[in-house]
Nanobody, 127 residues
Framework: QVHLVESGGGLVQAGGSLRLSCVGS????????MGWFRQAPGKEREFVAA????????YYADSVKGRFTISRDNAKDTVYLQMNSLKPEDTAVYYC????????????????????WGQGTQVTVSS
């Protein structure tokens, strides 16, 4: 098991930017495919972005494509989510997730495909 801790959330005006970080401990994140998800009040948790173990393969939800960037630094056991041009509809609790993978693995977009989750960080975008 890997322990994940998110940070970087906060309150920002529409059009602004935030960078979320997810730090792993207990095991090196280089062995894991990673994902970012979000959950707004009264809604189901939804996929935002995913990245494979090496950072070569990346995938985004259509709603954030062109505005958000996922990246990772395996030497620091950290995954990032750079969020630009934020909109009020981006308001949610953001979670990072990890799934043990091999060098042949890609990325994963389903909540059920991940077995390690952080506690979440709140992002609020005001209009």
């Amino acid at each position: 098991q890997v322990h994940l801790v998110e940070s970087g959330g906060g309150l920002v005006q529409a059009g602004g930017s935030l960078r979320l970080s997810c730090v792993g401990s207990g095991r090196t994140l280089g062995s894991y495919a990673m994902g970012w998800f979000r959950q707004a009040p009264g809604k189901e948790r939804e996929f935002v972005a995913a990245i494979n173990w090496s950072g070569v393969r990346i995938y985004y939800a259509d709603s954030v494509k062109g505005r958000f960037t996922i990246s990772r630094d395996n030497a620091k056991d950290t995954v990032y989510l750079q969020m630009n041009s934020l909109k009020p509809e981006d308001t949610a609790v953001y979670y990072c997730a990890a799934r043990r993978s091999t060098i042949y693995s890609g990325y994963y977009t389903g909540t059920s495909e991940y077995d390690n989750w952080g506690q979440g960080t709140q992002v609020t975008v005001s209009s």
